[in-house]
């Protein structure tokens, strides 16, 4: 995982944050509002509202990734990493329920 994400960060310019925005930009071409345009508040995208959180959170989990220590195994590196995939993923929904 880490050696993965080693070579990503090589592919843009050490910049974690183009690595996520790289992320986003690809998740929100598939992403599509029609199921929900009956559930949120006018004038609310929910692809739009995701771009920042997902973006911030997502450097926030590389740099975690990158400190935990390479040589535990998975369920170690998994537990390593949980908080910090929680917070994220549970600020992220949080911003997106507000336009629902």
Not at 18 to 47: C, Q, R, W
Not at 58 to 77: E, P, R, Y
């Amino acid at each position: 995982m880490q050696a993965h994400l080693r070579k990503k960060l090589e592919m843009y310019k050490g910049s974690f944050q183009k690595y996520a925005e790289h992320i986003y930009i690809t998740l929100a071409e598939s992403l599509i509002n029609d199921g929900v345009l009956d559930m949120i508040h006018e004038g609310f995208d929910p692809k739009i509202a995701l771009q920042d959180p997902l973006e911030k959170h997502l450097v926030n989990v590389f740099h975690k990734i990158l400190s935990i220590n390479s040589n535990l195994d998975w369920a170690s590196f998994s537990e390593e990493l949980k908080p910090t995939m929680v917070k994220s993923l549970g600020e992220t929904i949080e911003e997106l329920a507000d336009g629902f």
